[in-house]
């Protein structure tokens, strides 16, 4: 069994608690109230620009040319990318980039996890601490499609993005580095990519949580 099944065995009683959770039924039926997914605009886009510089920084610590370069464009579109999607809604839904400029406190942890990772551990171990952004949000993005009615979904472009088939080839990925480089890993360094993945699992359930209880300093 590869180390990303075992990974995956290992959260998944915490996806289906992200599954269950108000935020995400109610983002998969168009429900949700606005307020919160605003609230959750503003603080994923906190997110992205740190996440991006993360995957950026592992990518400068590869050895491998090419998981270097993979490494460079996960960040890339984090940083552009998907930035474009928050600057759409951002104008679709009237924010103001300005307003609530702030970062709140399940984001800040979040992110300075990944960076005390990244910055403290080996290098397969950071790789392990990203893989959930990737892979929790490509199922939960296939949950939401296969659940989906055809009423219309304010919601429709982040469902989109999250299983389209762009993204699912950059999980895959990503996915596919980490197995290869737990191979060459010492146990106890597997260990720690499997303690990390189940951390910020975790964390990407409070985080969702954060924005649907606008979760603030």
């Not at 930035?83 to 702030?102: I, R, S, V």
């Not at 989109?160 to 699912?168: L, Q």
């Not at 010492?186 to 993945?197: C, D, G, Y």
Request: one cysteine or more; a negative charge.
């Amino acid at each position: 069994m590869k180390w990303s099944d075992k990974a995956w065995d290992a959260i998944r009683p915490i996806y289906a608690d992200i599954l269950a959770m108000p935020f995400i039924s109610e983002l998969s039926n168009g429900s949700l109230p606005l307020d919160k997914f605003q609230f959750y605009m503003r603080q994923d886009a906190f997110y992205l620009e740190e996440f991006g510089r993360v995957l950026a920084f592992i990518g400068a610590k590869s050895a491998d040319n090419q998981q270097a370069l993979d490494y460079f464009e996960f960040g890339r579109n984090a940083l552009i990318v998907e930035k474009a999607l928050h600057e759409n809604y951002f104008k679709e839904f009237g924010l103001d980039p300005e307003d609530g400029n702030k970062i709140e406190p399940v984001c800040h942890h979040y992110v300075h996890f990944l960076k005390s990772v990244a910055a403290f551990e080996p290098i397969e171990v950071a790789m392990a601490a990203t893989l959930p952004c990737f892979w929790i949000y490509k199922e939960v993005g296939d949950h939401i499609v296969s659940i989906a009615s055809g009423n219309q979904n304010p919601y429709s472009k982040w469902i989109d993005t999250y299983s389209g088939e762009d993204f699912a080839e950059g999980v895959k990925k990503a996915k596919n580095y980490v197995d290869q480089i737990s191979e060459q890993s010492s146990a106890t360094n597997r260990e720690k990519m499997r303690q990390v993945f189940i951390t910020a699992s975790r964390l990407e359930y409070h985080f969702w949580q954060a924005a649907y209880e606008k979760r603030m300093w």
